[in-house]
């Protein structure tokens, strides 16, 4: 039976919603690269090549690139221009992932375009030796609600990778690569210079590449393939720049360099230098996009103090504080440590974490460790979660069996942290006191804020 019949059969949309989700995850997971854009190119052939129908501004890197691409997009629609946003992963719903004018699309909607793409994967389904996979399906589904919109401009984030990814058959007028660290290495390669090598894929000739501040390998790497290519580079520190920056409540005031101005006192309502950073990266990339002057500086203000980037140091209650940030490898955390250093002032903070079977937890747990009194080991709901009294056994090794607890249900993970959080001394007002930290993986916290209430 077709997924299509499958579909048809559902009444009412959430359980057409619920039955796309099935059929979606049925497919081969998205963890899993392979070397191919036959299935992708095929699928965006039969669908008239929607990829094409609009200028696209796209993203890699190992860390900050959802809250790089957030930034892009509120910048165009601040200019006046109709945007599309293809993020991944989603922290509680797949519709997430493909946004129109900075909103997710309803159930509704994701259900329609799903129905729209499922008879054109059929196709490719019969015709290879793989079927279309989860997150080739839903990078097609992103290009073409783009093209119905339509959009004036789209804002691609990558899977993983870059040259093989299944968002590279779009040709980005823009590249950016954020900062290049050791990320999904089992697929992507053990060295950051062999991680930048495929991330690089997506500078294409002729287009314009924002390079992130990377390690000076790193660097050789991105810019050796721009001008084989014959791209134009922009770097940060050279180019455009992070000038001025100061933490304040809710956020931080930051002075930019862009590529054709300078954007002063600009509030980012964002926490942790690394967002600055991001901010920057998204500003030069649509300063490029636009020809490369400088833009308003009110329109900068104003896209900038309406971001927001769930998940990322996302304070979801207080009395005691609880914070999310969707940090999973050893650089992210060690960002995540040095924001929460800066921008809290806990006396007692309790950690959450659950991680993924194929992540370094070891370079994770020894970076969180200076700040964490107390880190309670948990796990996700999915089949690759590190279980729960495994990663306890990792953090008794860095942190000491008196300062571990375990919890295999997350929601008692949240209770029992909460509780010791709560016991200590509630110390300053606001953001200090005692304090929870759910960090490790973006399904951890995702899961985390649907259980706090959280809304995407």
Known sequence: MSASHDLATAAGVADRYQQVERLLLRRWPESRLDPSLDRIAALCDLLGQPQRA???VQLTGTNGKTSTARMVDSLLRSLGLRSGRFTSPHLESM?????IDGEPLSRERFTEVYAEV???AEIVDRSGGHPVSFFEFLTAMGFAAFADAPVDAAVIEVGMGGTWDSTNV?????????????DHSRYLGDSAVDIAAEKA???KKGTFAVLAQQPIDVAEVLLRHAAEVGAVVAREGVEFAVTERAPGVGGQLVTFQGLGATYDDVFLPLYGAHQAHNAAGALAAVEAFTGGSGLDVEVVRQAFATVSSPGRLEIMRRSPTVVLDAAHNPHGAAALVRAVEEAFTFSHLVGV????????????????EPIMATIVCTQNSTARAMPAQQLAEVARGIFGADRVEVQTRLDDALDVAAGLADSQDSGSAGLGGGGVLVTGSVITVGEARHLLGGRS
């Open 54 to 56: 609009y200028p696209v």
């Open 353 to 368: 974490m659950g991680v993924m079977l194929d992540k370094d937890v070891v370079g994770i747990l020894d970076a969180l």
């Open 95 to 99: 519709t997430e992932r493909v946004g």
């Open 201 to 203: 894929g997506i500078i």
């Open 118 to 120: 499922a008879p054109y």
């Open 170 to 182: 779009a040709d980005a007028a823009v590249a950016v690569v954020t900062p290049v660290g050791i």
